[in-house]
């Protein structure tokens, strides 16, 4: 170690490694308590149960995210949280519904197809039958010269690969102890990736418009995912200048396949599709859910610990994976421990947020209001007094360990509090990052923020943005564990004498996610 590295530690301004931890003092009777009411009297299922199945799709600022986050903040006013509400963060744009939605193929016979409509999308009124027209390029100039073919039919977009190959891969998995021992960055956006995808992504939303305006009466598009799982999102559609749009389906790559190798091959080809949609513009706004259990230490009650996950999901399914999970243990874990009846030396405040779907939005506004910018790194009053934010967002695996976003000193504090829990196969503390969700918000304004490690379980070949994700597909045992541990790290973080220690600040930054939808 060199003399400034340690007088820097010595100062506190930069993290240590993992061997320079003190050690922890873990309150043994309470992780009992902790396990014993998180694993023995769960209300996961219930707490799923009104997130997903009755609140349905939560796609962000539209009825389903509202019924969710009245149900929210009702439910934590009941449990006795201080502060509960729908917080605005700022301007969103429309919100917007599948009212109702059909595509069936009727000639050359009669075949349903599987399809959902494209959120933001434009409605076709009513039922509506025509030709098929095959897009065989996604290129301007190819566009240009078939535009005259496409008025008055429905668009089919080919999918770039004709064919199936035979996938020998399961659809779950969980980590090995090999695969965790070795486990690297994940889900990293950085932005040498952003300047190679930006251009593709905008060249295919010109596309994309160029077709709207053919004077088709809708298009079709291929899914990303395979035997009838559907990927539904959009990088488009609520800001104002992205209306009017014109009717666009999702539709199963099987069925897409199949219309264009008929129409390819000289047979006509009618389909026929409603595609009802509604758009919202009563409230433009954003809005996180948020509420807190007040500290009580006269001197640590003002400093907070934050948990959460994004509230919003995509239209097609229910949200349950992505990320109802990460909703579902947070707030169970807030159950937890305001059910034990804890009195927390720091308060802690549970967060659910808006817009991560289009750009972490919601947790990126909030630390916008309430912290700081990573454009000019001003940090306000607030920013130094939150400990840590922790985040859940992989899905409905349980936790296996936690990125540290190389943050030496923070890592091995959770390596110690981790001890209590390996028997529940959680143990694994990583310096590696992981990117692409709210922790992110925190992180670019140097608050110590934190994605846990889960099992993939399905959620990357099955339930991620697709039209599988509902209820079924989350595994109730794994999310009991998770809030278990949520619950602890929470609960050791509000009672620990510091804060958990910091990485040195970050460098003015532009947010990443502002060059994406400027």
Same mark, same amino acid.
């Given at each position: 170690?060199?003399?400034?590295?340690?007088?820097?530690?010595?100062?506190?301004?930069?993290?240590?490694?993992?061997?320079?931890?003190?050690?922890?003092?873990?309150?043994?009777?309470?992780? $009992? @308590?902790?396990?014993?009411?998180?694993?023995?009297?769960?209300?996961?299922?219930?707490?799923?149960?009104?997130?997903?199945?009755?609140?349905?799709?939560?796609?962000?600022?539209?009825?389903?995210? *509202?019924?969710?986050? %009245? &149900?929210?903040?009702?439910?934590?006013?009941?449990?006795?949280?201080?502060?509960?509400?729908?917080?605005?963060?700022?301007?969103?744009?429309?919100?917007?519904?599948?009212? +109702?939605?059909?595509?069936? /193929?009727?000639?050359?016979?009669?075949?349903?197809?599987?399809?959902?409509?494209? #959120?933001?999308?434009?409605?076709?009124?009513?039922?509506?039958?025509?030709?098929?027209?095959?897009?065989?390029?996604?290129?301007?100039?190819?566009?240009?010269?078939?535009?005259? =073919?496409?008025?008055? $039919?429905?668009?089919?977009?080919?999918?770039?690969?004709?064919?199936?190959?035979?996938?020998?891969?399961?659809?779950?998995?969980?980590? !090995?102890?090999?695969?965790?021992?070795?486990?690297?960055?994940?889900?990293?956006? !950085?932005?040498?990736?952003?300047?190679?995808?930006?251009?593709?992504?905008? +060249?295919?939303?010109?596309?994309?418009? /160029?077709?709207?305006?053919?004077?088709?009466?809708?298009?079709?598009?291929?899914?990303? *995912?395979? %035997?009838?799982?559907?990927?539904?999102?959009?990088?488009?559609? &609520?800001?104002?200048?992205? =209306?009017?749009?014109?009717?666009?389906?999702?539709?199963?790559?099987?069925?897409?396949?199949?219309?264009?190798?008929?129409? @390819?091959?000289?047979?006509?080809? !009618?389909?026929?599709?409603?595609?009802?949609?509604?758009?919202? %513009?009563?409230?433009?706004?954003? *809005?996180?859910?948020?509420?807190?259990?007040?500290?009580?230490?006269?001197?640590?009650?003002?400093?907070?610990?934050?948990?959460?996950?994004?509230?919003?999901?995509?239209?097609?399914?229910?949200?349950?994976?992505?990320?109802?999970?990460?909703?579902?243990?947070?707030?169970?874990?807030?159950?937890?421990? $305001?059910?034990?009846?804890? +009195?927390?030396?720091?308060?802690?405040?549970?967060?659910? &947020?808006?817009?991560?779907? =289009?750009?972490?939005?919601?947790?990126?506004?909030?630390?916008?209001? *309430?912290?700081?910018?990573?454009?000019?790194?001003?940090?306000? #009053?607030?920013?130094?007094?939150?400990?840590?934010?922790?985040?859940?967002?992989?899905?409905?695996? $349980?936790?296996?360990?936690?990125?540290?976003?190389?943050?030496?000193?923070?890592?091995?504090?959770?390596?110690?509090?981790?001890?209590?829990? =390996?028997?529940?196969?959680?143990?694994?503390?990583?310096?590696?990052?992981?990117?692409?969700?709210?922790?992110?918000?925190?992180?670019?304004?140097?608050?110590?923020?934190?994605?846990?490690?889960?099992?993939?379980?399905?959620?990357? !070949?099955?339930?991620?943005?697709?039209?599988? %994700?509902?209820?079924?597909?989350?595994? /109730?045992?794994?999310?009991?564990?998770?809030?278990?541990?949520?619950?602890?790290?929470?609960?050791?973080?509000?009672? @620990?004498?510091?804060?958990?220690?910091?990485?040195?600040?970050?460098? #003015?930054?532009?947010?990443?996610?502002?060059?994406?939808?400027?």
């Amino acid at each position: 170690m060199n003399k400034l590295l340690g007088l820097l530690l010595i100062a506190g301004l930069v993290a240590p490694a993992f061997s320079l931890a003190q050690q922890e003092s873990i309150d043994t009777a309470m992780v $009992k @308590r902790i396990r014993q009411e998180g694993l023995g009297n769960s209300q996961i299922p219930v707490i799923a149960h009104h997130l997903t199945d009755e609140a349905g799709p939560r796609l962000t600022n539209s009825p389903g995210f *509202h019924r969710a986050a %009245d &149900w929210i903040v009702q439910t934590l006013k009941s449990w006795g949280l201080s502060g509960a509400q729908s917080e605005p963060w700022g301007e969103f744009g429309y919100g917007w519904s599948a009212e +109702k939605t059909t595509l069936a /193929m009727r000639t050359p016979y009669y075949s349903p197809l599987i399809a959902y409509a494209t #959120p933001w999308s434009g409605s076709t009124n009513g039922p509506v039958s025509a030709p098929v027209f095959v897009v065989e390029k996604m290129d301007s100039a190819w566009i240009a010269g078939h535009l005259a =073919q496409m008025k008055g $039919k429905i668009l089919v977009v080919q999918p770039q690969d004709s064919t199936l190959s035979p996938d020998f891969k399961p659809d779950a998995t969980r980590y !090995t102890d090999s695969a965790l021992a070795n486990i690297g960055d994940t889900y990293m956006f !950085t932005r040498a990736m952003l300047n190679f995808y930006l251009p593709i992504m905008k +060249k295919n939303m010109q596309m994309d418009k /160029m077709l709207a305006g053919s004077g088709a009466l809708a298009i079709l598009h291929p899914s990303a *995912h395979r %035997d009838g799982t559907v990927v539904v999102q959009s990088m488009t559609g &609520w800001r104002k200048k992205d =209306q009017p749009a014109i009717a666009d389906l999702q539709v199963a790559k099987e069925d897409l396949l199949r219309l264009a190798r008929l129409a @390819r091959g000289g047979t006509p080809v !009618t389909v026929e599709l409603q595609s009802d949609t509604k758009l919202y %513009d009563n409230d433009l706004k954003g *809005h996180n859910v948020v509420g807190e259990i007040p500290g009580t230490d006269p001197t640590l009650k003002s400093e907070v610990v934050m948990l959460g996950g994004h509230l919003d999901s995509w239209s097609s399914a229910t949200g349950a994976t992505d990320n109802g999970a990460g909703c579902i243990v947070a707030l169970e874990a807030i159950r937890i421990l $305001k059910d034990l009846g804890i +009195k927390p030396k720091r308060t802690i405040r549970i967060a659910l &947020w808006d817009g991560e779907e =289009q750009g972490l939005f919601g947790s990126f506004h909030y630390v916008k209001n *309430h912290f700081g910018d990573p454009v000019d790194m001003k940090l306000k #009053p607030e920013a130094a007094k939150i400990s840590a934010y922790y985040n859940l967002d992989n899905g409905s695996g $349980k936790i296996r360990g936690i990125f540290a976003q190389e943050n030496g000193a923070a890592a091995a504090v959770f390596k110690q509090w981790f001890v209590p829990f =390996q028997d529940l196969g959680a143990s694994t503390v990583t310096l590696h990052n992981t990117g692409s969700t709210d922790h992110l918000s925190f992180d670019a304004v140097g608050i110590p923020g934190f994605q846990f490690i889960q099992d993939e379980l399905d959620y990357e !070949t099955r339930t991620h943005h697709t039209n599988e %994700d509902n209820y079924d597909h989350l595994r /109730m045992d794994d999310l009991r564990q998770a809030a278990t541990i949520m619950a602890a790290f929470v609960y050791f973080t509000a009672q @620990r004498p510091q804060m958990i220690p910091r990485k040195p600040l970050p460098k #003015p930054e532009k947010f990443i996610f502002d060059d994406i939808f400027p």
